[in-house]
């Protein structure tokens, strides 16, 4: 079991940028592939982030490639996304997710995501 818990969120203007947080608390952070996914009002959840368990494999949805970047820091238990140049559209809330031991060591799918946090909204205003 592990719980994860995010930070971070706010009301930002076009172009600022963000940094998130996630505490995970419970069993070995490091046995567990990370994710970020977010939701906008009225959309499905989508893929945002995701990294391997030392953070040497990354993946980033096209809409984010090049402004957001997701690290982790084993030593910690937290799990980052850097998110620059942000957009209107970047607005959503944004859960935090970690794998599970033996399972996918990364992924963009959220089926492969057992714990989940309880988000942290992000606004961005133009």
């Known amino acids: 079991q592990v719980q994860l818990v995010e930070s971070g969120g706010g009301l930002v203007q076009v172009g600022d940028s963000l940094r998130l947080s996630c505490a995970a608390s419970g069993r070995t952070f490091n046995d567990y592939g990370m994710g970020w996914f977010r939701q906008a009002p009225g959309k499905e959840r989508e893929f945002v982030s995701a990294?391997?368990?030392?953070?040497?494999?990354?993946y980033y949805a096209d809409s984010v490639k090049g402004r957001f970047t997701i690290s982790r820091d084993n030593a910690k238990n937290t799990v980052n996304l850097q998110m620059n140049s942000l957009k209107p559209e970047d607005t959503a809330i944004y859960y935090c997710a970690a794998t599970f031991p033996g399972g996918p060591t990364i992924s963009l799918r959220d089926y492969d995501y057992s714990y989940w946090g309880q988000g942290t909204q992000v606004t961005v205003s133009s």
């Open positions: 990294l391997n368990w030392n953070g040497g494999r990354t």
